[in-house]
């Protein structure tokens, strides 16, 4: 009887029925191939089924023989293939019966689930196949295989316990521990279960997912039939881990106590926990089919996330990391190996010591080289000791180490201040999340009379919990900080053990000495604010107003009246002011009007502009307003003191910087040369970075000139400055008479003129060069303006936008007014004969500070806007420099403004012409190009060459263009000219489509690229795909060194590169197609997102894939996948072909390629590269010459 012949289509499907240990069982006991698949056919398809085959020996050859026609008289192969057979049925039988008793102990809770060692490696081996090989790092341990087993046959799927999720290269099975039979009472000793400690970091956390997903995968393979374990889990996993890893989890951030903060580590650890237990009872209750689909439900539950993630997180303090930086708070590392065990609580011998002086070194020898006397400095020498007496500090002879007043104050010395407390709850009204500071409520109601203090009634301010009862739950929160302005130490801004920490440069008082708003402080918005991308960067949204303006956040998020009592004034000036306008004008003309440019100044009469104040001032009379509200300071066109009780009674927390306060803008504000800036920690950042003016700290000698273009407009500026006088902005004075005034803070700077337009000049004051003002200057608050970013964000969250106004306020800097005492550090003069000097009495365009103190004044205004508008949908951008952006509301498109387009190609055009540049001049150009071209990103790449040539030859004053940089900016010129200066802003949350997944391999001489169409299935071989050998000839760049795989980068981007080409993607009218493609180079990921590279050739590939998005209006996110995500690609890059149609196999030539801008980069980019590598090499070898010839002269 012949053996059973079986179709191709009927043997795939007999072999993706059967196990994998009934396919690894017969495969050990080489059973041939063709009689696997007959068995299998016949429906034997698991090591039950085939065990049971028959009885006996005897029956089992006969059945064979009668249902699969194997008959052993047919030969001598016959005969063996039928003994490895009958082998296998007996091995198969006793295994079977092994595996169904330990399942039984199992079930009676006598013995745990045991994986037999050829059961584990029949599934690693039915993995692999799907997969590829895999390290002992990706294999889980067979106790947890065991687990997962054990709960799938049972039907009772549980959450993982991370610290038992192993793998094989940890200790597996090391415990024991016993039980008592029930039925015979036998003490029986079992293994127990190994553990590991809890992830400690976001990849460890990757590492157990990927862990338990291959576990269920292996079950598997030896549960074909079980509907709950689809191909696709180890995708669900790793979506797993990028949530509970993304910023809706671990990176979230939150800002509390005026630092941002992150979710603490076991938060986020008990929250994946908790996702995992709902998405397995999803498949319990049979809700849900799948566990990876259980798994994506469990994700965007919002009753798991707010019970089990938002309610702890704001709820206790406990729950919030300790970091501010942008890095997620994990706990600390795992201590060094053999590292002794320290003693203690970690506090030292004896414990924390909260008088302990400050730590600072001290010095050892005199500046004389003479020994100290230390037990002098301790008042316990006699002074015949015959070493200096001097204080180990600041070596007086005058007093010891200890009575030095260089020593630093005591740690926590203000915060052990003992003061009365009179309250029972201390409340805060306004206080409506976790992002605003609590310690303010406690201030209020500490009695500030130190003298009304007793012993027997005071308590520690800094240890007293505070429960706050706002609009939501009281909550019990740790003091954030700080005494009322008055009380204490300056030091007493903090709780024990903070007083160091929170040290900062800036003081917790004004000028004035009242308390500082700290950061937090104002009318903040519900959750945190907004977020806006630039450059592949994400940063917290910014409009121009500050830290606390409400148009940071979403306006259904913004706070509004009524819920808001503070802002209820707010809101009736503005139904008021509503009510004037409707009465006296049409709003609908004239916003037509506005928006058509046809007002060149105020569009109100002086009556109705009357008549608004008088409705404010009714307002703010009825509630309470201190100031005279009419009053209107000498040299400034605003009501401040209406302005500042304005913002007073809304609850701002820069009220008092436009009226009351003794730097006031209704005084004057200080430029601050050799005087103390404010510090504003409410509204701005700490500017933490400060231009070098070193050399020009002080005067030059002799009074300086004006530029040529100052001096050849003489005439004209005195007519201008002589309108100035007009308006008080300055003040012309004799020579002497100014000598007289200010003598060595009468500074004269050189001016230089811009023009403007016809007959009139932008006038240039040089604060820094020879007059040692700017010099002098140090700015402490960070000037933040609104970027493309989040222009492109404002727009996004306006649903429907229907209307954008485009203002310039009329000399802005020119608004804020100087102190008189300070006037001569502006001094100027309109020609170098000129016998008197011009004086300005405001800020002017040239001096450090002046920016600030205008965005000062300006947010402040910006945000009284916000208030009466409370949460109507409105974004107020505000911008110090020249705007350059366009924005068409009703397509949501952002474009390069026509006349900054010109502009660039004006200036291209004239530097290609002249064939050389200047490099002060190119350096300033290419940061407006960085600017600029922040609304068009996919031009940024092009960025990257001109960036590398500047650096290589910024000591140079003038050169010749590089073919290179010749290249680009001519392609830059043809680029704007063509219109491809528009970028479409999309959606808010766009729907993202994965495109393909690329790979790249350089092993020796071995380079290849590959990749597949994602998009197209699910499954591969129906995917088009591409593999591609790079060679000396075709990809002489990869071989430049001898050793390709120092050009991996490249590499890989040139395989998303051909993905792009190959598989493309089409463009829409409508918007912008969001896809992504995935690759395992990270750092890729970053350069491509980001747009900006200076290395070659990756700047070439990265160019070419921004020509191509530009033309088809993409924008194309380069996401990084992990390694055993991407075992396709990698397959590809090793000429594994097996899961691919060799039909759809795409073929891409490098040498027939003709790209848009990526040969001639090429081409070109060698030549420039090597003439940069020759530049730095002259450079360091002359800096090395130079350190050796100091080194030789010094000796």
């Not at 689909?293 to 729950?319: D, G, Q, R, W, Y």
């Not at 020498?381 to 010891?400: K, L, W, Y």
């Amino acid at each position: 009887m012949p053996l059973l012949k079986l179709s191709d289509e009927e043997r795939k499907a007999a072999v993706a029925a059967a196990s994998a240990d009934l396919k690894f069982h017969l495969a050990e006991k080489n059973v041939p191939a063709e009689v696997q698949d007959a068995i299998f056919h016949k429906g034997f398809i698991n090591l039950q089924l085939f065990a049971g085959l028959d009885e006996t020996r005897a029956e089992v050859r006969k059945a064979v023989i009668a249902e699969v026609g194997l008959d052993p008289e047919d030969g001598a192969a016959a005969r063996v293939a039928m003994a490895s057979l009958l082998a296998a049925w007996e091995s198969a039988r006793l295994q079977a019966s092994t595996e169904e008793k330990l399942k039984v102990e199992s079930r009676l809770g006598q013995a745990q689930r045991v994986l037999q060692l050829s059961e584990m490696a029949a599934m690693r081996k039915a993995v692999e196949a799907d997969l590829g090989p895999l390290r002992d790092s990706e294999v889980p341990a067979k106790s947890l295989v065991a687990t997962k087993l054990e709960q799938l046959e049972q039907g009772a799927l549980q959450a993982e316990d991370l610290r038992e999720v192993l793998c094989l290269e940890d200790k597996d099975i090391d415990l024991f521990s016993s039980i008592v039979e029930h039925g015979t009472g036998h003490l029986k000793i079992r293994p127990g279960t190994a553990r590991v400690a809890l992830p400690n970091c976001g990849e460890e956390l990757r590492q157990r997912h990927r862990l338990i997903a291959v576990a269920w995968l292996m079950c598997r393979t030896k549960h074909k039939n079980e509907p709950c374990l689809t191909t696709d889990l180890l995708e669900a996993f790793r979506r797993l881990s990028d949530f509970v890893l993304g910023k809706h989890v671990a990176n979230l951030t939150l800002m509390m106590g005026g630092s941002a903060r992150r979710p603490a580590w076991k938060l986020v650890l008990s929250f994946e926990q908790e996702i995992r237990k709902k998405a397995y009872q999803l498949v319990r209750v049979r809700e849900v089919s799948t566990v990876a689909s259980a798994i994506e439900a469990a994700c965007k539950s919002p009753e798991l996330l707010n019970l089990h993630f938002v309610m702890p997180l704001t709820t206790s303090a406990e729950f919030f990391s300790s970091a501010t930086s942008e890095a997620i708070a994990f706990p600390p590392g795992p201590p060094v190996p053999f590292q002794r065990p320290r003693k203690g609580s970690g506090k030292g011998e004896k414990g924390s010591n909260p008088r302990a002086v400050k730590k600072v070194a001290l010095k050892t020898r005199s500046a004389a080289g003479r020994p100290i006397c230390f037990r002098w400095n301790n008042g316990k020498c006699n002074g015949n000791c015959g070493f200096e007496d001097v204080c180990q500090i600041c070596e007086s002879p005058e007093h010891g180490k200890k009575q030095c007043p260089q020593k630093p104050a005591k740690a926590g010395e203000g915060s052990r201040l003992c003061a009365k407390v009179a309250l029972v709850s201390a409340q805060q009204p306004r206080l409506h999340s976790p992002a605003v500071g609590t310690w303010t409520s406690v201030q209020e109601a500490v009695d500030c009379d130190e003298s009304q203090m007793s012993a027997a009634d005071s308590c520690s301010v800094s240890a007293t919990p505070c429960a706050v009862s706002g609009q939501g739950d009281p909550v019990e929160w740790a003091p954030a900080g700080g005494l009322p302005g008055g009380v204490g130490h300056p030091s007493a801004d903090a709780p024990p053990g903070q007083a160091d920490k929170n040290e900062e440069v800036s003081s917790d008082e004004d000028e004035d000495g009242i308390a500082k708003p700290r950061l937090g402080s104002g009318n903040w918005g519900s959750g945190p604010p907004l977020s806006s991308s630039l450059m592949g960067k994400t940063r917290p949204f910014v409009d121009g107003a500050g830290l606390c303006s409400p148009g940071r956040w979403c306006p259904s998020d913004r706070r509004a009246a009524p819920q808001e009592a503070q802002l209820c004034m707010a809101d009736q000036c503005f139904k008021n002011l509503q009510k004037l306008l409707r009465e006296r004008i049409d709003a609908r003309k004239l916003l037509y009007e506005l928006a058509c440019g046809k007002h060149q100044s105020c569009p109100f009469d002086e009556k109705l502009l009357e008549d608004a104040v008088q409705a404010i001032k009714k307002s703010l009379i009825s509630n309470s307003a201190m100031l005279d509200l009419g009053h209107v300071p000498s040299g400034q066109p605003f009501r401040l003191a209406l302005i500042e009780e304005f913002l007073r009674i809304s609850g701002d927390p820069d009220y008092r910087a436009f009226y009351s306060a003794s730097s006031s803008f209704a005084k004057g504000v200080s430029i601050g040369v050799d005087q103390r800036l404010p510090r504003t920690p409410a509204v701005f950042r700490r500017k933490v970075k400060h231009r070098d003016y070193s050399g020009e700290q002080e005067p030059d000698e002799e009074p300086r000139s004006n530029y040529p273009s100052a001096e050849a407009t003489g005439e004209v500026l005195e007519k201008q400055f002589q309108e100035e006088e007009e308006r008080g902005a300055m003040v012309k004075l004799a020579w002497d008479e100014a000598v007289a005034r200010y003598g060595s803070r009468l500074r004269v700077a050189s001016l230089g003129a811009l023009p403007k337009g016809e007959g009139v000049y932008r006038v240039i004051h040089d604060g820094t060069h020879g007059t040692g003002v700017n010099g002098r200057i140090r700015v402490r608050d960070q000037l933040e303006c609104p970027t493309a970013g989040d222009l492109r964000q404002a727009v996004k969250e306006l649903e429907h936008p229907t209307f954008v106004l485009a203002t310039d306020v009329s000399r802005a800097h020119r608004l804020v007014k100087v102190k008189e005492d300070e006037w001569g550090l502006q001094a100027c003069k309109t020609s170098r004969n000129a016998k008197h000097v011009w004086l300005n009495t405001v800020g002017t365009f040239g001096i450090a500070s002046i920016a600030v103190h205008w965005s000062r004044l300006l947010g402040g205004l910006q945000r009284a806007v916000y208030y009466m508008l409370g949460s109507k949908a409105l974004f107020i951008l505000a911008y110090v420099m020249t705007y350059c952006y366009h924005l068409d509301i009703a397509a949501k498109k952002i474009a390069i403004s026509a006349k900054r387009a010109r502009w660039i190609v004006d200036w291209i055009q004239r530097t290609c012409d002249a064939d050389e540049v200047s490099l002060k001049e190119f350096a300033s150009v290419l940061g407006r190009l960085n600017f600029t071209f922040a609304a068009v990103e996919a031009l940024r790449p092009f960025l990257g060459p001109l960036y590398s040539w500047h650096t290589a030859v910024s000591h140079c004053e003038r050169l010749k263009l590089p073919k290179v940089v010749r290249l680009v900016l001519v392609f830059l010129q043809k680029m704007l000219q063509d219109g491809h200066r528009v970028q479409t802003i999309g959606v808010k949350a766009p729907r993202v489509q994965e495109l393909f997944r690329t790979d790249a391999k350089a092993e020796g001489n071995e380079v290849w690229i590959g990749g597949w169409a994602v998009m197209d299935a699910t499954c591969t071989n129906q995917c088009r795909w591409f593999s591609e050998r790079l060679t000396r000839h075709n990809a002489k760049w990869a071989f430049i060194a001898d050793e390709p795989f120092r050009a991996i980068a490249s590499l890989e981007l040139l395989a998303t590169l051909v993905g792009c080409v190959l598989f493309g993607v089409e463009g829409s009218e409508r918007g912008v197609i969001y896809c992504s493609a995935a690759t395992d180079n990270f750092g890729n990921a970053c350069v491509l997102n980001r747009l900006l590279t200076t290395k070659f050739p990756l700047m070439a590939f990265l160019m070419e894939i921004a020509a191509r998005m530009i033309q088809s209006n993409v924008h194309l996110c380069l996401q990084w996948t992990p390694r055993l995500q991407n075992r396709e690609a990698d397959s590809l890059t090793n000429e594994d072909y097996r899961r691919f149609d060799p039909k759809l196999r795409l073929r891409f030539s490098l040498d027939e390629f003709e790209g848009i801008v990526m040969n001639d980069m090429l081409e070109a980019g060698a030549h420039l590269f090597k003439e940069v590598r020759e530049g730095r090499k002259k450079i360091l070898k002359k800096a090395a010459k130079r350190a050796r010839g100091a080194g030789l002269r010094e000796t």
